[in-house]
C-alpha cells in the first residue's frame, strides 16, 4: 500500500468546502487534509457530517500573517503538504476593496508564500469565480484573458488579482471557475442563501421595480452538487496542470425574460399571489436602471433603499451579456451543468416554502 | 370598439389665481421633502385655490371650451364630471365637513347637473366618475368614446375639477400637486386628436394605498410599461412612432425612467408644465396636449401618448394622433 497524501484545505466549513472535502477523501482512502479553520467552534460540526477521521483542523486566518499558524505547525505542513485546495472566500459584493482584497487576494497570497516554502512541489487547485471576467460581455473563453473592462464588485476584482498571483507564484496549478451557486442540486433544496435569493424574494414580495438588462442577457447559474463534484475530481488531477475550468451552465443558461417569466408563471399558481396583481419586473438598460438606483436612494425608503444598494453590487452584471466557455470542464469531466431549467423552478418552490416556513416560525414566537 | 374616428375636439383649463413657490410652499410647512429635492424633480411652482371652489374652476374651464370651440349647447349630449362631489361647491380654503354633506340632503348637489344648468345644456344627459384620482379624465374619455360608439351621443363634454385635500399639505409621493381643472369636447367624427386606442389597468390590490405604498411604488414603473407598450400594440405603433409623449405633471426624474423603460426617445417627453404648473391631478396630461398645441410643439398628424397613474390604483394610457 503507498503512503498517504496530504492536502491543505481551506474553506471547508463552508458549504461547498465541506462538500468537496467530503467527497476528495471519499474517493482516496490515502488521501489526509489539514483543514485551515478560521473560527473553530464551526469545525466540529463539519467534522461530524465528514466523519473525519482523516481531516485535522487547524485554526489559522488568511488575512493574519503566516496565515496565523504556529511556527510549529508551519514546519509540519511544509514537511507534507503537496496541495492546497484553497476555497476560502470573502463573497460579500458590497464588500469594499480592500476588505475583499485582504480576504481574496493577500489570503490567496500567503497561502502561495506556505507553497513556496513546502518541501514537495505544491499543486495549487483555486476555486476562483467565473465572473473574473467583469464588465467584458460575449463569450468568455476559458484562459486567462485580462479583466480589460474592469468588474461590478470588489469581489470579483479580488478574485481576479488573486488569480494571477496563483499564474505567477505557483509550481503547479488549476484554476476552477464557478459561476453562482443557488441551490444544493437539482431538487431545489437550498442550504445557503445569496444575493440571487435576496433579488427573487423582492420579485416575490411586488418589491422589485426594474432589472438591468439588455438584449442577449443571461442567468447563469449552477448547483452545489456539480460545482463541489467538479471541484474534487479536478483539483488534484495532474493532467489539469495550467488549466482554467469554467463550472458554469454555459450554454444551459437561461434567458434574463424568460427566467423572468417562468418565474412568474410558478409564482402566479398560487391565486393569493397572483391576486395581488404584482407585475414582473421591467428589463431595463443600465443608464435608465441607475437613474432609478439614484431616485430610490434619494427618495425611497430605508428599508427599500438598503435592499436595492444590496442588489447594485450583483445586478450591473445582468446587463453585461457574457456566455461561459465550458470546452475544458466538459471534456475534463465527460458531463456539463444541469441545465438552469432543470433546477430553477424546483429551487423556487423551496426559496418559497422556506419564506413561509420562517413566518410561521415568526408568528409562533 | 373601432373608435377610430372619435377625437378630441378642444381642450381649456381654468387655473387658481393663486401660485406659490417651492420656498413659499416649504416657508408653510406644506412639503415633506426639501424644496432643493422636489426642485430637482422638476417642480417650480403650483397653483393653489382658496376662495375658488372646486365647481367654480371647473364652470370656468368649460365655459371658456365651449366659447372657443363655439358650439350650440343644444349639441352637447351628454357631460360627465369628474370630481369628489362632497367638497365641489366647498372653497378650498374654508372646506365644509364632507361627512355633514354626505349625512343630509345636500349629498343630492351634484356638480353635473349644476354644469348642465350653468352652461345652458339643455339636451345633456349628465354622468359622474370618481375614485379614479389622477386617470378620471382618462376614464371620461374611454366613456365618450363608448357612448359615441354605441351611438347615444354625437358630442361629450368631460369635466375635471379636483383640489388636493387642504389638510394633506402638496405634496405626494416626491409630487407638488395644484389646483385646476380641466375640461374637454369629446366628439364623433372629429379629425383632430383623434383616439387611436386606450388601456386601463386597475389594481385593486392597492387599494389602501398608503398602507402599501412602498409595494405601489415598486409595482408603478413596470405596470407603467406594461400600459404604454399595450396601448402602442393596439394602435399599431412602435415606440419610435411616438412624437411626443404628453405626461401627468409627476417627477420629472420618474418620467425620465419611464422613458428609458419604454424605449421612447427621452427627447420626446413634453414637460414644461410640471415646473410652471404642477400635478394638477386629473388635468395634468389635456392641459398639457392644449399648451402643446398652442406653443407650436404638436403639429396635425403627430401620434402622441398620453400616460397617467392615479393613486387607489390605476394606470392608463391613449394613443392619439393630432
Redesign the interface.
Known amino acids: 500500500m503507498s503512503a498517504e497524501r496530504w492536502i491543505l484545505v481551506t474553506g471547508a466549513t463552508g458549504l461547498l468546502g465541506r462538500e468537496v472535502l467530503a467527497r476528495l477523501l471519499a474517493a482516496d482512502a490515502r488521501l489526509h487534509a489539514f483543514v485551515l479553520v478560521r473560527d473553530a467552534s464551526r469545525w466540529p460540526e463539519a467534522a461530524r457530517e465528514l466523519g473525519a477521521c482523516r481531516a485535522v483542523p487547524l485554526t489559522g486566518d488568511l488575512c493574519t500573517v503566516d496565515l496565523g499558524l504556529t511556527p510549529d505547525v508551519r514546519a509540519a505542513l511544509r514537511q507534507r503538504v503537496t496541495a492546497i485546495v484553497h476555497l476560502a472566500a470573502d463573497t460579500t459584493f458590497s464588500a469594499p476593496l480592500e476588505h475583499a482584497r485582504a480576504v481574496n487576494t493577500d489570503g490567496t497570497r500567503r497561502l502561495l508564500e506556505l507553497a513556496a516554502d513546502c518541501v514537495s512541489r505544491v499543486r495549487i487547485a483555486y476555486v476562483s469565480t467565473a465572473f473574473v471576467a467583469g464588465r467584458r460581455t460575449g463569450m468568455i473563453a476559458e484562459d486567462a484573458a485580462a479583466a480589460t473592462e474592469g468588474w461590478v464588485n470588489a469581489y470579483e476584482q479580488s478574485k481576479y488579482e488573486a488569480e494571477q498571483l496563483v499564474r505567477e507564484r505557483a509550481a503547479s496549478w488549476v484554476m476552477l471557475r464557478p459561476s453562482t451557486v443557488v441551490c444544493d442540486d437539482v431538487d431545489g433544496r437550498i442550504t445557503q442563501m445569496n444575493a440571487v435569493h435576496r433579488a427573487l424574494r423582492l420579485y416575490h ?6 432589472m438591468p438588462g439588455v438584449a442577449g442577457s443571461t442567468v447563469d447559474v449552477v448547483t452545489t452538487t456539480y460545482v463541489a463534484g467538479a471541484i474534487a475530481r479536478l483539483a488534484l488531477r495532474e493532467d489539469t496542470s495550467g488549466q482554467i475550468v469554467h463550472l458554469c451552465a454555459g450554454d444551459a443558461a437561461l434567458p434574463l425574460d424568460e427566467l423572468l417569466d417562468i418565474t412568474y408563471e410558478r409564482w402566479a399558481r398560487d391565486p393569493e399571489w397572483r ?8 428589463v ?2 443600465p ?2 436602471y441607475s ?2 438606483e439614484r ?1 430610490i436612494d ?4 430605508p ?2 433603499k438598503r435592499l436595492t444598494r444590496a442588489l447594485s453590487h450583483f445586478v450591473p452584471q445582468l446587463a453585461l451579456p457574457k456566455r461561459f466557455a465550458t470546452t475544458n470542464a466538459e471534456a475534463l469531466l465527460g458531463h456539463s451543468s444541469p441545465p438552469v431549467r432543470a433546477f430553477w423552478l424546483p429551487m423556487l418552490d423551496h426559496l418559497l416554502a422556506s419564506r413561509q416556513r420562517t413566518r410561521a416560525m415568526e408568528v409562533a414566537a | 370598439m373601432s373608435g377610430a374616428t372619435v377625437g378630441i375636439r378642444g381642450v381649456a383649463y381654468a387655473l387658481p389665481r393663486r401660485r406659490r413657490s417651492l420656498s413659499e410652499l416649504e416657508t408653510l410647512g406644506q412639503l415633506e421633502s426639501d424644496a432643493a429635492l422636489l426642485e430637482q424633480f422638476g417642480f417650480s411652482q403650483v397653483y393653489v385655490a382658496e376662495e375658488e371652489t372646486p365647481y367654480s374652476v371647473a364652470l370656468a374651464a368649460a365655459r371658456a371650451l365651449l366659447e372657443e370651440q363655439a358650439v350650440a349647447p343644444a349639441s352637447v349630449d351628454v357631460v360627465i364630471y369628474c370630481g369628489t362631489t362632497a367638497v365641489a361647491f366647498a372653497p378650498a380654503g374654508s372646506a365644509i365637513d364632507a361627512a355633514d354633506q354626505i349625512a343630509t340632503t345636500r349629498r343630492f348637489q351634484y356638480p353635473a347637473t349644476r354644469l348642465q344648468y350653468d352652461l345652458g345644456l339643455g339636451c345633456a344627459s349628465t354622468l359622474a366618475l370618481d375614485q379614479l384620482a389622477c386617470t378620471s379624465l382618462f376614464a371620461a374619455v374611454r366613456v365618450a368614446r363608448g357612448l359615441i360608439a354605441a351611438g347615444e351621443a354625437r358630442r361629450v363634454l368631460c369635466v375635471a375639477s379636483e383640489f388636493f385635500p387642504g389638510a394633506a399639505g402638496r405634496e405626494a409621493i416626491y409630487n407638488c400637486t395644484a389646483d385646476a381643472a380641466c375640461a374637454l369636447l369629446v366628439d364623433d367624427a372629429h379629425e383632430r386628436n383623434r383616439i387611436i386606442a386606450s388601456t386601463q389597468v386597475s389594481k385593486g390590490y392597492y387599494w389602501d394605498a398608503d398602507a402599501l405604498r412602498e409595494e405601489m411604488v415598486a409595482s408603478y414603473f413596470p405596470t407603467a410599461t406594461h400600459v404604454i407598450a399595450e396601448t402602442l400594440r393596439r394602435a399599431g405603433w412602435r415606440p419610435n412612432d411616438v412624437r411626443w409623449v404628453i405626461p401627468h405633471n409627476v417627477s420629472v426624474r420618474s418620467w425620465e425612467i419611464l422613458m428609458g423603460l419604454s424605449g421612447i426617445p427621452r427627447e420626446r417627453l413634453w414637460c414644461r408644465n410640471v415646473a410652471r404648473i404642477g400635478h394638477t391631478l386629473a388635468g395634468d396630461n389635456f392641459i398639457n396636449l392644449r399648451d402643446a398645441i398652442d406653443d407650436g410643439s404638436v403639429c396635425h398628424g403627430d401620434r402622441l401618448l398620453l400616460f397617467a397613474f392615479g393613486y387607489g390604483a390605476h394606470w392608463t394610457a391613449l394613443a392619439m394622433e393630432a
Open positions: 414580495g411586488g418589491l422589485a421595480a426594474m391576486r395581488r396583481g404584482i407585475a414582473r419586473p421591467a431595463t438598460d443608464t435608465t437613474l432609478f431616485t434619494e427618495v425611497g425608503d428599508s427599500l
